[in-house]
Protein backbone atom coordinates (compact mmCIF):
# COMPACT_ATOMS: atom_id res chain seq x y z
CA UNK A 1 0.00 0.00 0.00
CA UNK A 2 1.49 3.54 -1.11
CA UNK A 3 -0.11 7.16 0.24
CA UNK A 4 1.01 10.41 -1.22
CA UNK A 5 -0.02 13.59 -0.27
CA UNK A 6 -3.76 15.10 -2.59
CA UNK A 7 -2.29 16.55 -5.82
CA UNK A 8 -3.73 18.72 -8.73
CA UNK A 9 -4.20 15.58 -10.67
CA UNK A 10 -6.38 14.00 -7.96
CA UNK A 11 -8.86 16.80 -8.33
CA UNK A 12 -11.56 14.83 -10.66
CA UNK A 13 -11.19 11.53 -8.96
CA UNK A 14 -11.64 13.54 -5.67
CA UNK A 15 -15.20 15.07 -6.80
CA UNK A 16 -15.79 11.79 -7.92
CA UNK A 17 -15.60 9.95 -4.97
CA UNK A 18 -16.76 12.46 -2.59
CA UNK A 19 -20.05 11.87 -4.13
CA UNK A 20 -19.70 8.65 -3.07
CA UNK A 21 -18.83 9.51 0.26
CA UNK A 22 -21.67 11.67 0.64
CA UNK A 23 -24.53 9.61 -0.27
CA UNK A 24 -23.37 6.66 1.86
CA UNK A 25 -23.15 9.28 4.90
CA UNK A 26 -25.34 10.11 7.51
CA UNK A 27 -25.72 13.34 5.68
CA UNK A 28 -27.04 11.93 2.21
CA UNK A 29 -29.92 14.09 2.58
CA UNK A 30 -28.22 17.21 2.61
CA UNK A 31 -27.45 18.82 -0.77
CA UNK A 32 -24.37 18.20 -2.14
CA UNK A 33 -22.48 21.51 -4.08
CA UNK A 34 -19.79 20.30 -6.28
CA UNK A 35 -18.52 23.50 -6.20
CA UNK A 36 -18.12 23.84 -2.11
CA UNK A 37 -16.08 20.34 -2.73
CA UNK A 38 -14.00 22.03 -5.19
CA UNK A 39 -12.52 24.48 -3.40
CA UNK A 40 -12.04 22.20 -0.18
CA UNK A 41 -10.01 19.92 -2.53
CA UNK A 42 -8.44 23.11 -3.28
CA UNK A 43 -7.64 24.18 -0.27
CA UNK A 44 -6.32 21.21 1.40
CA UNK A 45 -3.87 20.99 -1.85
CA UNK A 46 -2.78 24.46 -1.06
CA UNK A 47 -2.87 24.78 3.09
CA UNK A 48 0.18 23.57 5.16
CA UNK A 49 -2.40 23.12 7.96
CA UNK A 50 -4.03 20.71 5.82
CA UNK A 51 -3.55 16.70 6.11
CA UNK A 52 -4.95 15.27 2.64
CA UNK A 53 -3.74 12.12 1.27
CA UNK A 54 -4.87 9.52 -0.97
CA UNK A 55 -3.94 5.80 -0.54
CA UNK A 56 -3.19 3.59 -3.22
CA UNK A 57 -3.19 -0.15 -3.71
CA UNK A 58 -1.25 -1.21 -7.21
CA UNK A 59 -1.46 2.26 -8.33
CA UNK A 60 -5.03 2.81 -7.90
CA UNK A 61 -6.86 5.20 -5.75
CA UNK A 62 -8.75 3.50 -2.86
CA UNK A 63 -9.36 5.84 -0.22
CA UNK A 64 -8.52 9.40 1.03
CA UNK A 65 -8.41 11.32 4.45
CA UNK A 66 -8.29 14.93 5.52
CA UNK A 67 -7.65 17.01 8.31
CA UNK A 68 -5.93 19.73 10.01
CA UNK A 69 -4.58 21.68 12.61
CA UNK A 70 -6.73 23.66 14.80
CA UNK A 71 -6.40 25.79 17.60
CA UNK A 72 -8.28 25.20 21.10
CA UNK A 73 -10.92 28.43 20.98
CA UNK A 74 -9.91 28.69 24.76
CA UNK A 75 -5.69 28.56 24.19
CA UNK A 76 -3.09 29.22 21.29
CA UNK A 77 -2.07 25.49 21.31
CA UNK A 78 -3.11 23.32 18.74
CA UNK A 79 -4.76 19.88 18.18
CA UNK A 80 -5.16 17.81 15.01
CA UNK A 81 -8.78 16.79 13.85
CA UNK A 82 -9.79 14.57 11.19
CA UNK A 83 -12.27 15.76 8.24
CA UNK A 84 -12.58 12.98 6.00
CA UNK A 85 -11.93 9.11 5.70
CA UNK A 86 -13.01 7.07 3.27
CA UNK A 87 -12.23 3.78 2.20
CA UNK A 88 -13.94 2.31 -1.05
CA UNK A 89 -16.00 -0.39 -0.23
CA UNK A 90 -13.95 -3.17 -1.77
CA UNK A 91 -11.02 -2.41 0.20
CA UNK A 92 -12.66 -1.84 3.62
CA UNK A 93 -11.05 -5.39 4.95
CA UNK A 94 -8.16 -4.30 4.45
CA UNK A 95 -6.04 -2.36 6.44
CA UNK A 96 -6.51 1.53 4.40
CA UNK A 97 -8.82 2.93 7.14
CA UNK A 98 -5.86 2.37 9.76
CA UNK A 99 -2.93 3.43 7.30
CA UNK A 100 -4.41 6.92 7.02
CA UNK A 101 -5.12 7.13 10.63
CA UNK A 102 -1.75 6.80 11.23
CA UNK A 103 -0.63 8.84 8.84
CA UNK A 104 -2.61 11.80 10.13
CA UNK A 105 -1.20 10.87 13.44
CA UNK A 106 2.53 10.88 12.47
CA UNK A 107 1.84 14.20 10.90
CA UNK A 108 0.09 15.73 14.10
CA UNK A 109 3.11 14.90 15.98
CA UNK A 110 5.42 16.29 13.40
CA UNK A 111 3.41 19.86 13.38
CA UNK A 112 3.65 19.47 17.42
CA UNK A 113 -0.54 19.00 17.89
CA UNK A 114 -1.46 18.16 21.57
CA UNK A 115 -3.66 15.51 20.26
CA UNK A 116 -5.90 14.16 17.53
CA UNK A 117 -9.66 13.61 17.55
CA UNK A 118 -11.22 11.47 15.22
CA UNK A 119 -15.12 11.70 15.26
CA UNK A 120 -16.47 8.79 13.18
CA UNK A 121 -19.62 9.81 11.20
CA UNK A 122 -21.21 6.10 10.87
CA UNK A 123 -24.65 5.08 12.09
CA UNK A 124 -24.93 1.68 10.33
CA UNK A 125 -23.51 -0.44 12.89
CA UNK A 126 -20.13 -0.19 11.73
CA UNK A 127 -18.61 1.83 14.81
CA UNK A 128 -17.47 -1.10 16.58
CA UNK A 129 -15.06 -1.43 13.58
CA UNK A 130 -13.42 2.00 14.54
CA UNK A 131 -13.85 1.52 17.81
CA UNK A 132 -11.18 -1.93 17.24
CA UNK A 133 -8.97 0.27 14.96
CA UNK A 134 -8.75 3.90 17.04
CA UNK A 135 -8.01 0.94 20.63
CA UNK A 136 -5.14 -0.51 17.94
CA UNK A 137 -4.06 3.01 17.84
CA UNK A 138 -3.87 3.47 21.51
CA UNK A 139 -6.54 6.33 21.12
CA UNK A 140 -9.48 6.60 23.81
CA UNK A 141 -13.39 7.12 23.44
CA UNK A 142 -13.28 10.91 24.36
CA UNK A 143 -16.99 12.34 23.63
CA UNK A 144 -20.20 11.84 22.00
CA UNK A 145 -22.10 13.39 19.30
CA UNK A 146 -25.80 14.50 19.55
CA UNK A 147 -28.10 16.11 16.94
CA UNK A 148 -31.49 16.71 16.25
CA UNK A 149 -32.79 17.51 12.69
CA UNK A 150 -34.85 20.98 12.11
CA UNK A 151 -35.66 20.78 8.89
Request: proline share 3%; hydrophobic share 40%; no cysteine.
Amino acid sequence: MKWRFLGPKDFEWMVAISKEHHKESDWSEVTYSEDKVTNYVQTAIKDPNYFAIIVEEDDKRIGFMAGRILEYPFSEETFARELDLYVEPKHRKGMAGIFMMKKFIEWATVKKAREVLFEPRLSDGTIKKFDAMATRLGMEHFANAYRRKLV
